[in-house]
């Protein structure tokens, strides 16, 4: 479990369709490291299976066609070719297999002019807690409090949901490179943090 109490399970769940998965590991496309969450309508369909969307303007589908049975990341503007037209384009794809779960995702990268293997890319199963405990700081005590899950549009924070405590602090994850971490920060900082993408932190 991370700081704030998020878990990843490597296992398939007992459906075999885990309703959100964390995708990690990229380098050349950061923006495809995050939360993705699954869309089962008939809209969100595609090849017979649910697809999974990120925040950020991006899906993961099944691609079942013959030396490409496997799952990819693609734009949301792909999603009528994936669905109707039955083309897999891709900015991403993981190994072989109908499992979404798992490692060794490739990435399209821009520099090399080609798919490049991550041996450290990873999609897991995401499940989050409803609170969490912050103990130990001394400096700044008032961090040591009870943290309550908020996971509406006006709390959240990089894709993910923040944890907030009555003296008005909250913690939220900072994605970017060299910083992937959660952090903890005052009220007046959630907009920052949310609409300019701002990392400040008293605590991390």
Same mark, same amino acid.
């Given at each position: 479990?991370?700081?704030?109490?998020?878990?990843?399970?490597?296992?398939?769940?007992? +459906?075999?369709?885990?309703?959100?998965?964390?995708?990690?590991?990229?380098?050349?496309?950061?923006?495809?490291?995050?939360?993705?969450?699954?869309?089962?309508?008939?809209?969100?369909?595609?090849?017979?299976?649910?697809?999974?969307?990120?925040?950020?303007?991006?899906?993961?589908?099944?691609?079942?066609?013959?030396?490409?049975?496997?799952?990819?990341?693609?734009?949301?503007?792909?999603?009528?070719?994936?669905?109707?037209?039955?083309?897999?384009?891709?900015?991403?794809?993981?190994? +072989?297999?109908?499992?979404?779960?798992?490692?060794?995702? +490739?990435?399209?990268?821009?520099? @090399?002019?080609?798919?490049?293997?991550? @041996?450290?890319?990873?999609?897991?199963?995401?499940?989050?807690?409803? +609170?969490? /405990?912050?103990?130990?700081?001394?400096?700044?005590?008032?961090?040591? @409090?009870?943290? /309550?899950?908020?996971?509406?549009?006006?709390?959240?924070?990089?894709?993910?949901?923040?944890?907030?405590?009555?003296?008005?602090?909250?913690?939220?994850?900072?994605?970017? /490179?060299?910083?992937?971490?959660?952090?903890? /920060?005052?009220?007046?900082?959630?907009?920052?943090?949310?609409?300019?993408?701002?990392?400040?932190?008293?605590?991390?």
């Amino acid at each position: 479990a991370s700081l704030g109490g998020l878990e990843t399970k490597d296992s398939e769940s007992l +459906s075999g369709i885990p309703d959100r998965v964390m995708l990690q590991g990229f380098k050349s496309q950061t923006l495809l490291n995050t939360i993705y969450t699954k869309r089962d309508g008939l809209l969100y369909t595609v090849n017979g299976k649910a697809t999974y969307w990120a925040d950020e303007g991006f899906f993961m589908y099944w691609c079942p066609f013959t030396g490409f049975e496997r799952w990819q990341i693609a734009s949301d503007a792909e999603l009528p070719k994936a669905r109707d037209s039955k083309i897999c384009n891709w900015n991403a794809f993981g190994p +072989s297999g109908e499992f979404v779960l798992g490692s060794g995702w +490739s990435e399209w990268d821009a520099a @090399a002019n080609s798919a490049v293997g991550r @041996a450290d890319s990873k999609v897991s199963a995401y499940e989050s807690m409803d +609170s969490l /405990t912050a103990a130990g700081f001394i400096s700044q005590a008032h961090l040591n @409090a009870v943290y /309550t899950r908020k996971d509406d549009l006006e709390h959240m924070v990089n894709s993910e949901a923040t944890y907030w405590s009555d003296a008005f602090c909250f913690m939220y994850w900072c994605p970017f /490179t060299g910083f992937e971490r959660w952090q903890i /920060t005052c009220e007046s900082e959630l907009q920052n943090a949310r609409d300019k993408k701002m990392c400040s932190f008293n605590a991390f």
